[in-house]
């Protein structure tokens, strides 16, 4: 049974880096067939897809937030990892990892597995 | 970018009825289409892909239908654990999710 499982910090101050990894056990990260992805909600709204990467390290990203985002991959650890850069009160939010099917070559589809979430505050 | 828009917002409905929930893209994005249950305090749930191909283990009174711009999700006799917030995405490269549409019981 695939699971994930999302860790770090649970408080992060304003303009620091926001940093999270995503462990997958059940299953190998370096399946051809599977995109990584990350996603987000923010305390009584909506969920927002942030970025996603493929075993290999190509990635996309949502393109608001593009410019303060780089998610990468440990394929030896069966990992993956996101970094939101300049954070403000604004990405405070449950942050879910998940697995989505590879639709194209350079793009992943819907979640089907997700980790249960894990709840990151920014705040000074 | 394309927006996804849903319909209603909220809707509130009996047990057994039928309830749809609509689903439209700014742009066409053939049938690259998910539907997903949040019930309060949980992981979203994947219920449908492909617009009208329902995930494994999913009651069948959920179905989907659509292609194009507009979409729908149906529950066919609504039940008291169907109460959650439904979104729409899709996954055509960027993934966008729709604002949401919050069901509960009459």
């Known amino acids: 049974q695939l699971q994930l499982q999302e860790s770090g910090p649970g408080l992060v101050k304003p303009s620091e880096t926001l940093s999270l990894t995503c462990t997958v056990s059940?299953?190998?990260?370096?399946?051809?067939?599977?995109?990584w992805g990350w996603i987000r909600q923010p305390p009584g709204k909506g969920l927002e897809w942030i970025g996603s990467?493929?075993?290999?390290?190509?990635?996309y990203y949502n393109p608001s937030l593009k410019s303060r985002v780089t998610i990468s991959v440990d394929t030896s650890k069966n990992q993956f990892s996101l970094k939101l850069s300049s954070v403000t009160a604004a990405d405070t939010a449950v942050y879910y990892c998940a697995r989505q099917g590879r639709i194209t070559i350079s793009a992943g589809g819907y979640m089907d597995v997700w980790g249960k979430g894990t709840t990151v505050t920014v705040s000074s | 970018d394309i927006q996804m828009t849903q319909s209603p917002s909220s809707l509130s409905a009996s047990v057994g009825d039928r309830v749809t929930i609509t689903c439209r893209a700014s742009q066409g994005i053939s049938n690259y289409l998910a539907w997903y249950q949040q019930k309060p305090g949980k992981v979203p749930k994947l219920l449908i892909y492909?617009?009208?191909t329902l995930q494994s283990g999913v009651p069948s009174r959920f179905s989907g239908s659509g292609s194009g711009t507009d979409f729908t999700l149906t529950i066919s006799s609504l039940q008291p654990e169907d109460v959650a917030t439904y979104y729409c995405q899709k996954y055509n490269s960027a993934l966008t999710f729709g604002p949401g549409t919050k069901v509960d019981i009459k």
């Open positions: 492909a617009a009208s």
């Open positions: 059940g299953g190998s990260i370096s399946s051809s067939s599977y995109y």
């Open positions: 990467i493929y075993y290999s390290g190509s990635t």
